[in-house]
């Protein structure tokens, strides 16, 4: 099998591999551009139909792509994309993810090159969310299998390694990574969530297809069966959102970063009724998201005042505005759990319209 990666407009190299999936497996494993994962063939058919999708030229350069700063051209993200399976339909939300990703407000430059195990994590709101099987009820954070979740993510993923030059060890000092470093892309239950959907809070349409990119240290699953009041299921959150080992700790700052409050439409429901406006919720969320200074020994008392950190009441606060509080409806309807996503201090949440070669719209990002 000739595996094509270069045809009258694309200008990447082109790599012959024998006529056996095997053999691209072992060679992308060998050259350090392969993902653990067996990946497709980039052929120029499969290439040209993501093209397709996308109102840019292929040598249009979405930006310089950290940790290397290489050119990340669109007919490379499409050849990255087609190693992922990604169907050409959902090519459009890979570029708006790494147009969000490259927005500097991301950092993405301090992002994929930190200790940190924090990586770009998907939302993505929109009409075309069922159709592409981007996974956003029961296990859409892993186990679903929808193929628009694991290939835009995986996409995306891939571009970081292969266009951005990240790798663990080498241009990224990451200690431990994450299994989201796979790739993680999942959607909001906007049908079922109670308040507007994030998309259209951070100012974009309903009818359009927005993907949101948050800087992720991991998922934290939370239950809980005890609290009836949803007052007091809010104040449980946001408790164990700031828990004392959380990087927004180690800084004066408190005004990046965002947790996103991953909320099953059982809890959010719940909630609602309560908080029928959801920027009530984030100023609740706000008020409480604190420890007592006396958590912490003496010696990190200590760090802590100097830094200012501390109130005249002795409260320890970690975030400094309630709109770093994001709730998204997802997930299943077991009214027992649901997650967080804390984020990574030195970064902000960014999203972006998909554009199509039908649309007159103009990109938009938020």
């Not at 400094?320 to 949440?349: E, H, K, M, N, Y």
């Amino acid at each position: 099998m000739s595996t094509e990666l270069r045809s009258a407009n694309l200008s990447a190299e082109r790599i012959e591999v024998a006529d056996d999936p095997r053999a691209l497996y072992a060679l992308s494993m060998a050259e350090g551009w392969g993902d653990g994962v067996p990946l497709l063939p980039p052929t120029p058919d499969s290439v040209q139909e993501l093209l397709a999708e996308t109102p840019h030229a292929p040598d249009h350069v979405l930006g310089l792509l950290p940790p290397k700063h290489n050119r990340a051209t669109v007919d490379l993200a499409a050849i990255n994309a087609a190693m992922a399976g990604c169907e050409p339909k959902a090519f459009p939300l890979v570029i708006a993810a790494l147009e969000a990703i490259l927005d500097p407000a991301f950092n993405a430059i301090t992002l994929l090159a930190s200790t940190s195990s924090t990586c770009p994590m998907l939302v993505v709101n929109g009409p075309s969310r069922e159709a592409l099987r981007i996974d956003f009820q029961a296990g859409c954070l892993g186990g679903a299998a929808g193929r628009g979740s694991m290939t835009i993510g995986r996409s995306v993923a891939l571009c970081l390694r292969n266009i951005g030059g990240q790798r663990a060890g080498d241009t990224t000092r990451s200690v431990f990574g994450q299994p989201a470093r796979f790739g993680l892309c999942f959607g909001e239950w906007e049908e079922r969530s109670p308040w507007p959907s994030l998309a259209v809070r951070r100012g974009f349409r309903k009818e359009q297809d927005v993907v949101s990119v948050h800087a992720g240290k991991g998922t934290l699953g939370i239950t809980d069966n005890i609290h009836h009041d949803a007052r007091d299921l809010a104040y449980i959150i946001a408790k164990e959102i700031t828990c004392p080992m959380a990087n927004l700790f180690m800084e004066s700052r408190f005004d990046t970063s965002q947790t996103l409050l991953l909320l099953n439409p059982v809890w959010a429901d719940r909630l609602a009724k309560e908080f029928p406006k959801i920027e009530s919720l984030q100023e609740y969320m706000l008020e409480n998201a604190w420890q007592p200074i006396e958590l912490w020994r003496p010696a990190q008392q200590a760090l802590l005042r100097d830094k200012g950190a501390v109130d005249a009441k002795g409260r320890v606060f970690m975030y400094g505005d309630p709109g770093q509080f994001i709730p998204v409806v997802c997930g299943g309807l077991g009214g027992l759990t649901s997650t967080l996503l804390r984020g990574f201090a030195w970064t902000d949440l960014r999203s972006v319209a998909a554009a199509r070669p039908s649309s007159t719209q103009p990109m938009q990002s938020a």
